[in-house]
């Protein structure tokens, strides 16, 4: 048994596989062949997986199984009584008047409505051939003890009539299904089928009157009906009630219907005597009833077994044609759209124009719907306004429509409502009072980002209703419309996109270029004028001016363009008021910028003047959060400002309110900076005077204090040669101050123009001033290549001098001083390390040591003046260099220095 099932086979098929079993089963020349092919076309077209043929005794109550194929099936499969409804498998009941029994069989799928008609038909046949067979083999032979059936054990020597008139009606049931399956091969179309069933069953059954039913809206509307219909019976025929009760039982019972002793009467319809019986096929499609073939007798009041088993093999076989019918249909329609959408796709793929798409739209329905009328509606606030139109329409329908229609047009508020496709039929007023022949008409809502943004209507002239095949063609056109609207409206955002993004580079580049004017400017008003520019270089024509309140007066203190208009212009040189000026006044208060697609000319008094005033926008400029002046573009044409614009006239002020403030903020720097810069030279020039002028009283003292010494140490008491002692060495140690502080002071004012410097030299000429140094603390000082740099020699050997005696000076008492000096190439720069092996110094104190007399030991410990460092720190950063250090406590200390590389130098300024 295999894992899936079988495809279900579609009706058209199923319908051909029947006719070709109808012509073998009724050439069958024994059982055996009626067993195989009922067996194989379970098996081959239902999907059966096992299969059994069980016919019921002649007499008692047994059942025999003739025939079985595949594996055993259930017990209960075989009983018979067995149940219809089994879930075990499928049970099919063979019923005839001498043979009697049921098809069982397993499949591993629910069966279709197709395959259900199929395998009822094939019932019928089957008991049809098996009893025709039975006949043939009386008539041939009657005196011979063969059975029935080749499994019956019993011997029939003759048939009753009741079994010769059963074995006919199978015959001729199963004739008048092969006619017809003949006849319905060749069409497809209902109203041929049901003719052809119609005329199937007018000339085998005789004396019947036959028609074609299907449902609309609230009736049976009769569409086919036989030729011997009186004119008045048609007519009373074409209405008939959907709940009239004979067509409400046969619905009930989803099965033929067949009421004899008919009275017209019960369904609703006037007496007649015309008809006696009447039987009723009905049709279903997805589970909804689609159809009912009738006949009504005139020659009998009772339906006979014969009539019964023909209407219900033509029934069946006629189902099936619908199917297949249905099938086709529906192929067809689907094709039909695909095809009509690919043509509109492929012609919408050429423009973006709401008409033009509207007239490709229009022109692919009229292939299907010819000389049919459509328009197009648009939404606007307060109607639906008139696109697109056929030429076709009435010259009053069209002034009608033309003008728009109302939001609440009853023909668009259920398509509005359920944002679907709305179809009406019979419909023959297309606008009140238009008098157009309209007779169906239908609406689809074109959709835009969730909102129903148009209305495609198609009004059709010559169809009563519609078809579902036509509604298709509407929708797929609808889509497709739809989906060209979509690419259309993402085109022109994209446009737009891409015209903000143009807008928004050009204002980036702006922005680019005045942030580095800005920062090159520090007067104010310069900077206004940059920033107009800028605004003005990103919008259409127009001129911008900057405000700022004086007094009782609203004062234009820069404005670039012209405003054309001499008197506005003489106006707004002589100062607008300052309470009445609402263009200026609302953006000051607001702190929030105002933009008017159209200046409003009441708001500023200036009624007269300002004609050729457009669009304008004022925007408060605010520095440090409060407005400092208000800055105004105004354009000679009206128009909505765009976001890009917004943002572009907003970041070119917020740029100025920013520039402002860092203009003020670099001229407070300015003027500190001058300010530091005279208070530097003043210290700087009271510093020499103060060292200068205060040696000459220094040395007076110092003169006479060697005096007294020389002529009075230790003629006077023990006290005094003290007091001497301290003045002496107190003038010395001020002395050496203001030498010290005088050279400070020089590193600015007597500095020498820079030069090229061979720094060997310096160090040759610094070993020889620090020789006794040396010598005394037994130091050694090694001196590795050392480049020549641009700069004073005087103060580089200064330089050199401080920090290599501070290196001996502040050696370690444990190891004799080692010191070395180096350098490397450092960019633009050489850099100098002068190393030694002494105390080290704190992290704490790298900066502290080279501030102006801090020490960071007593003078008992180590002499100086604490100056040094400082005078050598200034040196270096007055040739553009910079210094620092790197220490260990206990584990000594290196000084690093850069100075400019002369031959770089010198290169640099030649090139």
Request: aromatic residues 8%; hydrophobic residues 40%; glycine residues 6%.
């Amino acid at each position: 048994m295999s894992d899936s099932a079988p495809p279900a086979l579609r009706a058209d098929t199923l319908l051909e596989r029947l006719w070709e079993l109808s012509q073998a089963l009724s050439a069958a020349a024994d059982f055996a062949q009626v067993y195989t092919l009922t067996l194989s076309a379970l098996q081959a077209d239902l999907g059966a997986t096992s299969a059994a043929i069980v016919l019921n005794e002649l007499r008692g109550s047994g059942v025999r199984v003739v025939a079985q194929q595949g594996a055993a099936l259930s017990a209960d499969l075989l009983r018979p009584e067995a149940n219809d409804e089994s879930d075990e498998g499928v049970i099919v009941r063979l019923q005839g008047r001498a043979t009697s029994g049921h098809l069982a069989f397993e499949v591993l799928k629910a069966l279709s409505h197709s395959e259900q008609h199929f395998v009822g038909s094939l019932a019928a046949q089957i008991t049809a051939a098996l009893e025709r067979l039975e006949e043939q083999d009386k008539n041939a032979a009657p005196s011979q003890t063969e059975p029935l059936l080749p499994a019956q054990t019993g011997t029939e020597q003759s048939l009753s009539g009741a079994a010769h008139q059963a074995a006919a009606s199978q015959a001729e049931a199963l004739e008048a299904f092969v006619r017809f399956t003949e006849v319905s091969a060749q069409s497809r179309e209902v109203p041929v089928l049901a003719q052809k069933a119609i005329e199937v069953l007018q000339s085998t059954l005789g004396g019947v009157s036959a028609a074609y039913y299907q449902p609309e809206e609230d009736r049976w509307q009769m569409n086919v009906w036989s030729d011997d219909l009186p004119p008045e019976a048609v007519a009373r025929l074409r209405s008939g009630r959907y709940d009239a009760p004979s067509f409400r039982q046969a619905l009930a019972l989803g099965e033929p219907l067949f009421v004899d002793g008919w009275d017209p009467r019960d369904d609703g319809m006037e007496p007649s005597q015309a008809y006696r019986a009447v039987a009723i096929y009905p049709f279903f499609q997805d589970g909804e009833a689609c159809g009912a073939l009738t006949a009504a007798s005139r020659a009998t009041a009772v339906w006979t077994t014969r009539e019964r088993t023909v209407f219900r093999a033509v029934g069946r076989s006629f189902g099936l044609a619908l199917e297949r019918a249905e099938h086709r249909r529906a192929l067809e329609e689907r094709t039909e759209a695909l095809d009509a959408f690919v043509r509109f796709s492929e012609a919408s793929s050429q423009t973006n124009d709401l008409a033009a798409l509207s007239e490709q739209a229009f022109s692919v329905l009229d292939t299907f719907f010819p000389n049919f009328s459509g328009t197009l509606h648009e939404r606007s606030n307060e109607h639906w306004e008139l696109r697109a139109l056929t030429p076709n329409l009435s010259s009053d329908l069209t002034q009608r429509v033309v003008l728009g229609l109302p939001l609440g047009t009853p023909l668009f508020t259920q398509a509005l409502e359920s944002s679907e496709a709305h179809f009406v039929d019979d419909w023959h007023d297309s606008v009140p009072g238009s008098g157009e022949p309209f007779r169906t008409t239908g609406v689809y809502p074109v959709q835009i980002g969730g909102q129903v943004r148009a209305f495609l209507s198609v009004w059709l002239r010559n169809r009563v209703q519609w078809h579902e095949r036509d509604r298709a063609i509407v929708r797929a056109v609808g889509r497709s419309l739809n989906l060209a609207l979509e690419r259309a409206d993402a085109d022109a955002e994209l446009r737009m996109q891409g015209a903000e993004l143009a807008a928004r580079t050009k204002a980036l580049e702006a922005f680019s270029a005045l942030t580095r004017d800005l920062t090159l400017q520090a007067e104010e008003l310069s900077l206004v004028r940059r920033a107009q520019e800028v605004a003005l270089s990103m919008l259409p024509p127009g001129a911008a001016l900057y405000y700022q309140p004086e007094g009782e007066l609203w004062r234009a203190k820069s404005q670039v363009g012209s405003l054309n208009a001499p008197a506005l212009q003489a106006a707004i040189d002589a100062g607008l008021p300052y309470e009445t000026t609402l263009n200026l006044l609302t953006p000051w208060t607001t702190r929030q910028p105002y933009f008017q697609a159209q200046y409003d000319r009441d708001t500023d008094n200036l009624q007269a003047l300002t004609g050729q005033i457009g669009a304008t926008a004022a925007l408060p400029v605010l520095v440090a959060g409060q407005p400092v002046g208000v800055f105004v573009v105004a354009l000679f044409g009206q128009q909505l400002w765009s976001a890009a614009e917004r943002a572009i006239l907003e970041a070119v002020v917020g740029s100025l309110g920013l520039a402002k403030e860092g203009a003020r903020s670099v001229l407070a720097l300015r003027e500190r900076s001058g300010e530091l810069e005279r208070s530097n030279h003043e210290l700087e020039q009271f510093a020499y005077v103060a060292s200068h002028d205060l040696q000459e009283p220094l040395r007076t003292v110092t003169s006479f204090a060697q005096l007294l010494v020389g002529k009075y140490r230790g003629q006077l008491d023990p006290k005094a040669d003290v007091y001497l002692s301290m003045i002496t060495e107190g003038t010395g140690r001020m002395s050496r101050l203001l030498q010290d502080l005088l050279a400070f002071s020089r590193v600015s004012t007597s500095a020498q123009p820079m030069k090229a410097v061979a720094l060997s030299s310096v160090l040759e000429a610094v070993g020889d001033d620090l020789q006794n140094q040396i010598q005394r603390s037994q130091a050694t000082l090694e001196v590795g290549p050392l480049p020549s740099v641009q700069g004073d020699a005087t103060q580089l050997r200064q330089v050199f001098q401080n920090l290599v005696g501070n290196a001996i000076k502040f050696s370690a008492p444990d190891r004799l001083p080692a010191v070395s000096v180096t350098a490397q190439p450092d960019g633009p720069h050489w850099r100098f390390a002068i190393s030694d092996n002494g105390i080290g110094i704190a992290p704490a104190f790298f900066e502290r040591i080279f501030t102006i007399f801090q020490r960071l030991h007593s003078r008992e410990e180590y002499e100086g003046s604490g100056i040094g460092l400082a005078i050598a720190r200034k040196i270096v950063e007055r040739h553009g260099g910079q210094m620092w250090l790197e220490s260990e406590e206990g584990r000594g200390s290196t000084f690093f220095f850069t100075l400019p590389d002369a031959a770089k130098t010198v290169t640099e300024v030649q090139g």
